[in-house]
Every structure is written in structure tokens, then in C-alpha cells.
């Protein structure tokens, strides 16, 4: 019920994670990402805490490889989860495990990881994939956004899609886009990329107001004369 892209910019250090599902606010279980550090996409079966767990050990510069053993090792029902890893290499290691729902694959490459599961066809994480490294020029967020549109013109999941969102972390300790469509009975990657476009103008002031207001531009809302 769960498609999901990891990634890192090799142009910039950033990381991002992008994730879609007929479930609601998909974004707000499976979506970790922390800057200088790598991503985790825990899905299938979800435990939310696999995240945090496997940021923690890649800042102790454990690679994917060993964070997954570690998982294997120690984690609960791990049988049931689809997980991927991304360090801060760009270097990646996923895990199906035997309960995985439905079709399901994981399709990998230098920096970029995708991952789903009761899928309409296996070839949707290669489809995403495939579209993130047609675009090496863009930013991460265009060449995610793309990739979950490749994901959806792919086949995507056997539901329809009702959820969506996306996770860029860069320099700073909090996401510098963390943008959710947590239920939608529309187009929802119409309106995930529209929701990007309006961001990402304004995507770098809100950094600049947090780290030094002086030289922040205007807030533009009505009375910031």
C-alpha cells in the first residue's frame, strides 16, 4: 500500500524522502530523514520508531549495511517490515521482509532507493528510479516530485492513492520542506507538485528567518509593510 523514494543530491549533501500510499498522512509514519546523516523509509507493516532508530546509528557511522543487520538482529515482527537505508555515502540496503504485502520490490542505484509494496507491477520502483537519475541538473525536490509522478504513470499501487509526502533535510537540525497531503479523493501528485511549487520559492527565507531575522526578506502577509 506504500511507495517510497530515498535519495541524496551528490551536488549538494541534501537528503530527501518522498512517500505515497492509499492510506492517510503515509508521511507522518514512514518518512525519516536527518541532514548530514541519511534516510530511512520504513514501510509495509510500519513501526514508526525504526526511523529514529536508524538515523541514531547511521550518525554513528554505521553504513546502511550494518544499520539493516542491526534491524535483523534486534527488531521486533522484522518479518513484516520493508525498510529502506540510505548513508551518507548515497549507499543503500533494503529489506522486504517475508510478510511484505502484495507485490513488492526495491530498486536501487548510487543515491537513490525506491520501494513499494502491493504494487500494480514491479517495475514501479525502477519507473522512479529511472526518472530521479534522467534529471541529475534539477534539485532534489524537482526529481522527487517526478519520480512519485514516474511512480504513479508506472501503475503505481493496486488502491487508489490518497496520500503523500515529501521530507529535505540540508545543513540545518530541521526539515527545510516537510510537505504532507495526508488525504486527498483527487489528483493527489497534481496537487503534491503543486504544493512544491509553492514551497520552494520560499523555501530558503524561512531558513534565513530562523538562523538570522535581520537579513530575512519580508514575511509577505498583509500588515508586513
Known sequence: MTFSISARCERTGMFGIAVSSSSPAVAARCAHARAGVGVVATQ???DPTLGPKGLDLLAKCLTSEEV??????EASHFDYRQVVVLDKTGTSTGHSGIKTLGTHTIAQAPNVAAAGNLLSSDKVPQAMVDSFLSMPDASLGDRLVAAMKAAVAAGGEEG????????????????V??????????DVMDEFET???????????????????STAPSYGVPGDE
Open 68 to 73: 539493516i543487520a542491526r534491524f535483523k538482529a
Open 195 to 213: 504544493l512544491w511549487k509553492l514551497w520552494v520559492p520560499q523555501m530558503e527565507a524561512y531558513v534565513t528567518r530562523a538562523l538570522d531575522p
Open 177 to 186: 520542506a516537510d510537505l504532507r497531503i495526508d488525504w486527498s479523493e483527487g
Open 160 to 175: 487508489p492513492v490518497h496520500s503523500v509526502g515529501m521530507l529535505l533535510v540540508d545543513k540545518v537540525a530541521w526539515p
Open 44 to 46: 509495509n507493516i510500519t
